[in-house]
Every structure is written in C-alpha cells, then in structure tokens.
C-alpha cells in the first residue's frame, strides 16, 4: 500500500529545520505484514529527542529512514500467528521490541532484549526485514516503529494492547515519555516514600520522572531547568522546589534546600554537565539515575574516590526498566485515578507536514511534547 511518512535522508543540523526540511513527507511503498506482524493505522505519534538527536547526527542511524517512535495506533491487519490482536484495537507503540527468549528478557528485562537492540540499530523490523520502500529502495524504520507515518508496519513484540478507555492522542505518550520517566522513578531507583529527589531537565520525560517521583511519595521533589516557564509549570504540577540550571550556584542551592542532597537525582537533560551537577547534588549514600542519551563520544569524569567512601550508586535506566506490558496498563491506571497528569505534558497538536517546525520547537526547549495527529 501507499503511505505517507516523513523521511530523513540526510542527518542535518541546519537550523531552522522549517527552512532546511531535514524531514521530507513523501510517499512510500508499505508492504503487507509478514509472520508475527501487524499493520496499523496511526492516531498519533510525539516528538522527542532521541529522534531529534537521529536527525542531528548525535545518535547517527542508517539513512534513508522513516523516523518516529513515541506512538498510538489502531490495528488495520494482522499477520500470521499473532491471534491476541484483531482489526481496531488500540496499541501503544514500543520502541524496543522485546523477542521473548534472550537472556535479558526471561530475566524480566526487556528493555535490553539484545535481538531487539540488534534489528533497532540496522533499522530492521525484529524480523530482521523491512517493510518499507522508496519504488525499490528500502527504508529503514526508526527503532522498530517509524511512526511518523499514517501506517506502519511493526513486529506484535512492538505492541501493547489498551484496554482502558483512554483518548488515543493521549495514549501516545505512555510509548516512550511516560515508560521513561516515570519507569525511571519507579523502577530504576524504586523511590522509596519520605524521601527526596531532584530532576534535572523538563523534557517530556523528566517531568514525568518527577511525577513518578511524586506519586512514589517523595516529600521534596525539586525541579531544575534552564528555562523558567518549565519551573512554573513543574511548580503546578507539584515540585516542592524550583532551580534555574543557569544559577552557578544550583548545586548549592538543592543541597542547602535538602540538608546535604538528595536521596535520587535524575539526570533527565543528555547532557554531562547536567549529569555532573546530578552527582553532586546526591546526598552521601544516595542515587544518581541518568536516562539521558548525549553523544556517543561524550565521558562524564567520575570521581570515584566519593562512589565508594560515600557509598553512592550510579545507575543508567532505559525505558524506565520497564515491562511495558505490564506498566504501561498500570500507568494509564494511574493516570485515569488522576496521579500522574500527563495530558498537561502536552503541547501542539501538528500535521504530520508542520513536522519540521514542531523539532524548531523541541529545540529551542520552552515547547511541552508536542504531537503529530493522523
């Protein structure tokens, strides 16, 4: 079938992406599912950095690729051997798709389910195939989803059924921000209640970190960000406390505000500065938990004498350690009993054609997480 998708076929940091068109919406040839896959028709899909840092060349991936992971969709066709999924079914997209069988996964950790991390980096379908081409030319999809398209195509291992009667755009982002951040929180540092936390970068995914931290029952939950209308909102959203990350004196001031530290600090920017300020800001015996993905080539100097006289721990979280379908369920949950607001998370609504300007958005850092809307 023909679809429309938008296409990177160049990595480019060409500011504004509304002049360079980094992202061109073309036509493409999307072919049927084969066995243990399902094609769907998408309602929406956010813009996030992990596909911003694919179109800057920070997270290079083969090219030409149809690009987008964060997303929500109703199923149109199944293919051989899925029988738990039928025509108009709502899913939510993930963007590891985890095979069932490798170690990490009968571990209970599909986030770091290795086929999937494999066929992600090639960009291929956890099949090994690709259902996407230019007339003869494959397309390479963008982490087994390739969302910013009307249809894809993607493996049942990339779907989670919903079952709550939940609004589809809002669906969307319990794909990746809500999976992130929260999971992040919940998971990854199981914050424990009466304890206290800082997150560093208000993207979409940190605040939804800091309100899994909040619903997780941390007393103090501080918020830092270089820009101010992030602290307003992260202030209504119930953030105890509020840094600007330009204050030289940030660190100081999370410190002075919580005694010593904080029992967890999430690194939420992508940046080693702020990973930097994250450790120092951790309390003596606390967690630092970073799910930022700066450039490959970027180290953070860990200074390892305070790692073990303080007893510190560093942990990396990916997904938010999740088992989406198991959490994404008891997200929306949460959600729907109205302790983790994520619809105010949400910015504009675009066509997929607006979609250059809404990545200007993402990176000049004051927008929400704004959508494409099929």
């Known amino acids: 079938m023909k679809i429309q998708a938008a296409v990177l076929r160049e990595m480019s940091d060409a500011h504004p992406f509304a002049v360079s068109q980094p992202l061109k919406i073309e036509e493409l040839d999307l072919d049927p599912p084969g066995p243990g896959e399902v094609l769907v028709r998408m309602k929406a899909a956010g813009l996030c950095h992990s596909d911003l840092s694919v179109i800057t060349g920070v997270r ?33 997209l993930v ?10 996964c009968m571990e209970g950790r599909p986030a770091l389910c290795e086929p999937g991390a494999a066929t992600n980096t090639v960009g291929e379908l956890l099949s090994g195939q690709r259902r996407l081409r230019d007339k003869t030319q494959p397309v390479h999809h963008h982490l087994g989803v390739s969302a910013f398209a009307d249809h894809a195509v993607v493996s049942r291992r990339s779907c989670v059924k919903i079952e709550a009667d939940i609004d589809p755009v809002q669906a969307a982002l319990f794909g990746c921000a809500v999976l992130t951040g929260v999971g992040a ?20 995914v940190g605040l939804c970190a800091m309100l899994g931290a909040l619903a997780s029952g941390a007393r103090e939950v501080i918020a830092v960000d270089l820009h101010d209308s992030k602290l307003a909102l992260a202030r209504s959203l119930g953030a105890t406390a509020t ?132």
Not at 63 to 92: F, I, K, Q, T, W
Not at 95 to 104: D, E, I, R
Not at 247 to 252: C, F, G, K, R, T
Not at 317 to 324: D, F, L, N
Request: with cysteine; proline share 6%; charged share 20%.
């Open 95 to 104: 963007f590891v798709p985890s095979c069932g069988h490798c170690l990490p």
């Open 185 to 204: 929180a919940v998971n990854t540092a199981e914050v424990k209640a009466g304890t206290t936390a800082a997150v560093l970068g208000l993207g979409g």
């Open 243 to 374: 840094v600007n990350a330009r204050d030289p004196d940030a660190v100081e001031k999370v410190r002075a505000l919580t005694r010593g530290g904080v029992d967890y600090a999430f690194e939420m920017a992508g940046s080693v500065q702020a990973m930097e300020a994250a450790y120092r800001m951790t309390r003596r015996g606390g967690m630092t938990v970073t799910a930022g993905l700066p450039a490959p080539g970027q180290h953070w100097a860990l200074q390892q004498v305070s790692l073990v006289a303080e007893e510190r721990t560093v942990k990396g979280s990916y997904i938010g350690s999740c088992v989406p379908v198991r959490d994404i369920p008891r997200y929306i949950g949460l959600f729907q009993a109205g302790k983790l607001p994520v619809d105010r998370l949400m910015g504009e609504r675009l066509a997929l054609a607006d979609i250059n300007r809404g990545f200007d958005r993402l990176h000049g850092g004051e927008g929400l997480r704004d959508l494409i809307v099929f």
């Open 60 to 92: 290079p991936r083969p090219v030409p690729m149809a690009l987008g992971h964060e997303a929500s969709a109703e199923v149109v066709e199944v293919g051989s051997g899925v029988n738990d999924l039928r025509a108009g079914d709502l899913v939510v």
